[in-house]
């Protein structure tokens, strides 16, 4: 690990975006302090809190620069602080493909079923926890079916999103797999998809940033 980096994350265990962040730090071998933000118990709405993140979400890095929030926001300044472990290629048209697709999970997939949305078709608009789920279940479907052929045009061979080598587009994926798992969404659709989250959990680095990892989750 590097010494000395001044790096705190705000962070939840079960935040996808968050676990986003965790990946990056640990694939650039950075030290970090985790402060945990119980978000079932309310921490995020806290004025203290609030103080430091004006949204009340999750993830927020602290650095000896500044304070930054958004997941993708803080992945790419990590990228461009620490070059060590890239997670974008050279080439530009490499790079934008690889934020296309973390741009098509992290914005087009993730906040139909972020716990806000689904919290809020169940305490306000009435639905049953049946309906939630067919919704979540829905828009994981929808999401998934485009990226798995996005993944066959680029010929993703079933180890990363793109390539030969973990890229940005990876840290949004796993995540949004874990929680499909989560929510049993059905998945044997999606043999890309599903490849590439089997190869990344047997590296270390996400796996030290899995939920199951971390300081905040809850003991058995």
């Known amino acids: 690990m590097s010494a000395n980096t001044g790096l705190e994350l705000y962070s939840y265990y079960r935040s996808s975006a968050a676990y986003r ?3 990056a730090l640990e694939l650039k071998e950075l030290s970090w302090r985790q402060i945990p933000v119980n978000l079932l118990e309310g921490d995020q709405k806290q004025e203290a809190y609030l103080q430091v993140n004006s949204q009340g979400l999750v993830p927020t890095l602290v650095t000896p620069e500044g304070t930054i929030t958004q997941s993708l926001a803080i992945i790419e300044y990590l990228e461009e ?4 472990s890239p997670l974008l290629p050279a080439s530009a048209i490499d790079r934008a493909q690889i934020r296309s697709m973390a741009y098509q999970i992290a914005m087009e997939i993730h906040p139909l079923n972020n716990p806000r ?3 809020f078709l169940t ?3 009435g639905a ?3 309906e ?3 919704w979540y ?3 994981i479907q929808v999401g998934f079916t485009a990226l798995e052929r996005r993944l066959t045009v680029l010929g993703s061979k079933g180890s990363f999103c793109f ?3 973990v890229s940005l587009a990876d840290l949004c994926l796993i995540p949004q797999v874990y929680n499909a798992l989560r929510f049993d969404c059905p998945l044997q659709d999606y043999p890309i998809i599903c490849a590439i989250y089997d190869h990344c959990h047997q590296m270390s680095a996400f796996s030290a940033a899995s939920p199951e990892a971390q300081s905040d989750y809850p003991a058995k």
Do not use: L
């Open 21 to 23: 962040v965790r990946i």
């Open 81 to 84: 602080t620490y070059p060590q």
């Open 117 to 119: 949305v689904t919290q």
């Open 123 to 125: 305490a306000k608009v």
């Open 128 to 130: 049953s926890e049946a």
């Open 132 to 134: 939630k789920m067919h």
């Open 137 to 139: 279940h829905h828009w």
């Open 163 to 165: 390539g030969n080598s």
